[in-house]
């Protein structure tokens, strides 16, 4: 499977990393986090690790660490604008089995 951005991610990728001036792509992982145990972690990437897995979505490149994949594995990361003031990737990771009741983070 893969790791994927909509079209409207991607594009805010885009944006960000020209601002930036520099990076290969999207860094995708997660961490030990929150009532519900993980937590996404979002970032560049400037480097793809060896036991990296890369994928791409409308010309930019997602780069998952290997830990991460099986939790993360056939998730699309959205961009979503609800007001100039609400904005931010939204996960759609069919590997959840619950989530906490703030969103934060979630179980596999």
Known sequence: MAV???????ERVKKMLEKRGHGI?????TKVSGCA???YVVDYADEIQEDDAV???FD???IVDSSSLEKI???EIDYVQESLLNEGFSFN??????????GESFTV
């Open 4 to 10: 994927t951005l909509t079209q409207a991610a991607s």
């Open 25 to 29: 792509g999207l860094r995708v992982s």
């Open 37 to 39: 145990g993980f937590s």
């Open 55 to 57: 994928f791409e979505s």
């Open 60 to 62: 930019v490149q997602v």
């Open 73 to 75: 594995d056939g998730m």
């Open 93 to 102: 990771n069919p590997q959840v089995k619950d989530s906490c009741g703030c």
